[in-house]
């Protein structure tokens, strides 16, 4: 198969939208040009966050996200 130009980019796919994921493609954003080298990140879950993450139960928001400062 010939090597064209379009067929030298790369990009990352990140599976997991976790604090891991996230921060994965976040970084690659940042130190990429996205135009080139695009960053697409799948979830299973409607929303993003995985263990890192906050719900209702009636009238009240629980925050998953525990800060342990030094
Ligand atoms: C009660 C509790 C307290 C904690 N306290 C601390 C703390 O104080 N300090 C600390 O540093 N850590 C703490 N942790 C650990 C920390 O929360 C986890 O290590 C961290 O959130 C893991 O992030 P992750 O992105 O690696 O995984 P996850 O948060 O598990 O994210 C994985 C994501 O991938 C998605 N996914 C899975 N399979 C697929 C698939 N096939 N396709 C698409 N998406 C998929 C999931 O839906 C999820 O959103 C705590 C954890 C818990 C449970």
């Known amino acids: 198969m ?4 379009e067929s030298k980019k ?3 796919i990140v599976i997991g939208g976790g604090i891991t994921g ?3 493609a976040l970084t690659w ?3 990429h040009d ?3 080298k695009p960053v ?3 979830e299973k879950e409607p ?3 995985g263990y890192v993450t906050s ?6 928001v629980f925050d998953t996200c525990q800060m342990i400062p030094n």
């Open 34 to 36: 996205v135009k080139e």
């Open 47 to 49: 929303k993003t966050g």
């Open 40 to 42: 697409v990140l799948i």
């Open 29 to 31: 954003a940042i130190n």
């Open 55 to 60: 719900y209702k139960r009636e009238h009240y």
């Open 10 to 12: 790369k990009g990352l």
């Open 2 to 5: 010939n090597e064209t130009p």
């Open 22 to 24: 996230l921060s994965t």
